[in-house]
């Protein structure tokens, strides 16, 4: 197990991180069943290799049943195999999870109870082995940020709404040298936020709520931090609900939008805002999640979803799937997977969607 050099924003390294050629030219435009999962459970770790889907965890039955095990999805056979018994022994959801380019990365999470969990592993998908990562320099938890650099995998943030100062620590891991490093303390807490890697830093943008969902701030706040330099930043403000947000990485630009449906485009090179037209949805009380695939970004809100074209800068809805989709999007290059169950546990499913080319 090691760790994959250079900062993975080049076309070759989408492809080789996120989806390998013709892997999904079999697939129509729009939404593909591919078929159910050998387990139904939600708020697992899902992760794509760059050749198969990696599901691990959740929970289901409305949070009475928690899952240690997991399987994997190869779309070239369309079939599932059982990923082997880890050293994480103890069954969580909502862990913290990163694709280094050999190994899946999971740490912490929620356990029986509401429990946090403060260890982690990493999986190659090709030995198909675990190994125990040495103790973090952090307290348990349910990460706010994971993200792979291309040399480490930085975990920052708590999502726990019952600390009234919130967690501002995090640290890194470098898989290479098997060791963590602690990071600066940030200058924001941000329990409700979501993260991205831009090649050069993290990017985190959301909210720090209490226990009633009450933020201090109007608005979303945004925080950057540098590897190279190791310090924090914020960045400009923007008008932003902080109730709920979600971002994707473009190469160029973070896309990020909220549950009220206003969006806009950041450019950390300026460190400026731009607006955006309004992501083309119907408001609700949901969990607003994106990510990029291909050259598209996708916004997906309570069962529903919307397509941003980076070049046009123009959203279009998704057509809806033929069936219930419960999961949330995860990039596998030319295509984005939806997998996951129900809460009860008693549905589930695997859905593909693929954009239609466009000129």
């Known amino acids: 197990m090691g760790a994959l050099s250079g900062a993975g924003c080049g076309t070759q390294e989408m492809e080789r991180t996120h989806g390998f050629r013709g892997i999904w030219d079999s697939l129509p435009s729009g939404w593909s069943s591919l078929g159910p999962q050998p387990f139904a459970t939600t708020r697992a770790v899902s992760v794509w290799t760059g050749r198969e889907l990696f599901y691990w965890g959740g929970v289901a039955n409305y949070g009475e049943d928690l899952h240690a095990g997991g399987g994997l999805f190869d779309p070239t056979t369309r079939k599932w195999r059982?990923?082997?018994?880890?050293?994480?022994g103890a069954p969580r959801f909502s862990a913290g999870a990163a694709w280094t380019g050999t190994d899946v990365f999971v740490w912490g999470g929620l356990g029986d109870g509401e429990k946090n969990w403060g260890d982690g592993a990493l999986f190659e998908p090709k030995s198909g082995k675990w190994l125990m990562l040495p103790p973090a320099p952090l307290t348990p938890r349910q990460p706010v940020a994971v993200v792979w650099t291309g040399v480490e995998v930085i975990v920052w943030g708590d999502a726990s709404r019952s600390?009234?100062?919130?967690?501002?620590e995090g640290a890194a891991y470098d898989p290479a040298a098997d060791r963590w490093r602690e990071l600066p303390r940030a200058p924001l807490s941000l329990n409700e936020a979501s993260a991205v890697w831009t090649g050069k830093e993290m990017i985190v943008l959301g909210a720090h709520l209490d226990g009633?969902?009450?933020?201090?701030?109007?608005?979303?706040?945004?925080?950057?931090y540098d590897p190279e330099t190791n310090a924090w930043h914020v960045i400009a403000a923007f008008s932003l609900s902080p109730q709920a947000?979600?971002?994707?990485?473009?190469?160029?630009?973070?896309?990020?939008?909220?549950?009220?449906l206003k969006a806009g485009a950041f450019d950390p090179a300026r460190n400026t805002w731009r607006k955006l037209p309004d992501v083309p949805l119907r408001f609700s009380e949901c969990y607003p999640t994106s990510v990029r695939f291909?050259?598209?970004?996708?916004?997906?809100?309570?069962?529903?979803?919307?397509i941003f074209d980076i070049s046009k800068g123009t959203w279009q809805r998704m057509g809806l799937a033929p069936g219930e989709v419960f999961g949330s999007p995860v990039s596998a290059g030319a295509v984005v997977l939806f997998p996951g169950g129900s809460r009860d546990g008693f549905r589930n499913a695997l859905w593909a969607f693929k954009p239609a080319k466009t000129s």
């Open 245 to 260: 947000s979600a971002v994707a990485w473009t190469g160029r630009e973070v896309i990020a939008w909220d549950y009220e």
């Open 212 to 224: 009633n969902n009450w933020s201090e701030t109007d608005h979303a706040q945004g925080i950057a």
């Open 82 to 88: 059982l990923v082997p018994s880890g050293p994480l």
């Open 163 to 168: 600390r009234s100062a919130g967690q501002r």
């Open 294 to 306: 291909g050259e598209v970004v996708v916004a997906w809100f309570c069962g529903s979803g919307a």
